[in-house]
């Protein structure tokens, strides 16, 4: 491939962009870890901290390796560091107006060769890489949550990847302990393509009455082997994000199979939004 990848920069410090970091850094690289505000790119090096130091707790990683990656790690509230950056990953809230205007910045910031990637679960991809004039060096790297323990990345290609850059992208995936996947770029991808609609389904039979939520999710587990039912994930999943992924899938499609069940818009619309808000189709404390 053209180039030899030194220099990281994660762009969004949340759930998904800490645990992106603490892969890549890891895994050997430098790492800029940005986001708009001190106090988050704190929390999201505080998230790392812990991490590494259960594994450390457990045996997994000597107390040395630790701090080689901790020493890896830098943070940034300013975009402009992303000259330093050979590959950027941005993992900013799921909103093509805010990404938009990050990959238009980085286009410009950002040196000729770097690969501007976006580990965005919805968005095409094609279009995030028309705001740029590097369209061949725009890619999606969907990670799975949590990032550390979970081995797929989906690498999407937009209409105009260059080929180069998913190889790179694949190798990169491959050297932080992924295993990478290829798809082309339509709404969903695979993973929410397939996943969504059997939650939704899942959602009609409570909807319906065909059965209670526990039922569902036992013949899920029990008769199909799934680790968790359909109605536990869309809970820890978080209900609006399932609800906007359908959306994404209706309109994108336009075909009527896509169709958002009315319960799961109404639990939305109550607040019920799964485990994050303490009430879905289960209640948490
Ligand atoms: N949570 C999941 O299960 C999951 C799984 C796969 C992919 N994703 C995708 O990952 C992305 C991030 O999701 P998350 O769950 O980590 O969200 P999150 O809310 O935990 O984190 C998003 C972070 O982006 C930051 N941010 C917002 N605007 C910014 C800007 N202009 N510049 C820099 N930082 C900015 C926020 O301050 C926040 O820290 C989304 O695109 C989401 O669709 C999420």
């Not at 799975?144 to 989906?154: A, F, S």
Request: charged fraction near 25%; glycine fraction near 8%; include cysteine.
């Amino acid at each position: 491939m053209f180039m030899n990848i030194q220099t990281i920069m994660v762009v969004g410090a949340g759930q998904m962009g800490s645990g992106i970091a603490q892969v890549a850094a890891q895994a050997g690289f430098r790492v800029i870890l940005h986001d708009i505000r001190q106090e988050f790119v704190d929390r999201g090096r505080q998230t790392i901290e812990k991490n590494l130091a259960r594994s450390v707790e457990k045996g997994k990683m000597s107390a040395e390796d630790k701090e080689a990656v901790l020493a890896r790690l830098t943070l940034s509230v300013d975009l402009t560091d992303g000259r330093d950056a050979d590959f950027v990953v941005e993992a900013v809230t799921e909103n093509m107006g805010v990404k938009a205007e990050i990959f238009r910045q980085l286009d410009e910031i950002c040196p000729a060769h770097t690969v501007l990637a976006s580990n965005t679960s919805s968005l095409p991809i094609t279009e995030i890489a028309a705001v740029t004039k590097r369209p061949e060096k725009v890619i999606g790297m969907h990670f799975m949550n949590p990032v550390p323990v979970m081995k797929l990345v989906e690498i999407i290609r937009g209409l105009q990847t260059a080929d180069e850059v998913y190889q790179l992208t694949e190798d990169l995936a491959k050297q932080m302990g992924k295993v990478p996947v290829s798809v082309n770029d339509f709404p969903g991808f695979v993973s929410n393509r397939v996943l969504m609609p059997m939650i939704n389904e899942a959602i009609y039979c409570v909807y319906e009455g065909v059965a209670e939520p526990e039922a569902i999710d036992e013949v899920m587990k029990l008769g199909m082997n799934h680790p968790m039912g359909p109605l536990t994930l869309a809970d820890f999943i978080g209900l609006d994000t399932c609800l906007y992924i359908m959306e994404v899938l209706y309109e994108g499609f336009g075909d009527s199979k896509y169709r958002p069940c009315p319960l799961l818009r109404k639990y939305v619309k109550a607040g019920w939004l799964g485990r994050k808000s303490g009430r879905g189709f289960y209640v948490y404390n």
